[in-house]
């Protein structure tokens, strides 16, 4: 889906209440979408320890507008697979995906800078 907004009006009627009920957990999962603005932004939060995240976040459940309690990890459950062809990949599943570049692996010595250099 193209905004969290849709994923929440998804959610309403999934799970009842209204979309403002669930749009602060759609919002998280697409803020990524300011460093990276094409699907790759998923593969910071649109996996199942995201989705886990996601509940230490925001709680094991909300209470929607209808007064009913909801899972927060099927709401993020319910935007992975809408957003993931159905499916809620792992984060190894992205990362898998990276081609590795020189940059990536090369370490540099640190040993000569000062304790002044190292804390700033």
Known sequence: MT???F????????FGGIPDDYL???RWF?????SFCDYR???????????????RL???TIINSEGKPVPVR????????????????????????IVPEVWMSRGTFLGNLSKTEVQS
């Not at 994923?7 to 999934?14: D, F, G, P, T």
């Not at 957003?83 to 599943?93: M, Q």
Request: hydrophobic share 30%; proline share 3%; glycine share 8%.
């Open 74 to 97: 099927y709401i993020g459950e319910q935007h992975v697979m809408e957003d993931c062809g159905g499916r809620v990949p792992n984060l190894a599943d992205w990362l898998s995906k």
């Open 24 to 26: 602060a957990i759609h």
């Open 30 to 34: 697409d803020e990524t979408k300011e």
């Open 41 to 55: 932004h998923r593969a910071l939060r649109h996996h199942a320890e995201g989705i886990f995240e996601a509940e």
């Open 7 to 14: 994923h929440a009006e998804s959610s309403a009627r999934k």
């Open 3 to 5: 905004h969290p907004y």
């Open 58 to 60: 925001f709680g094991t």
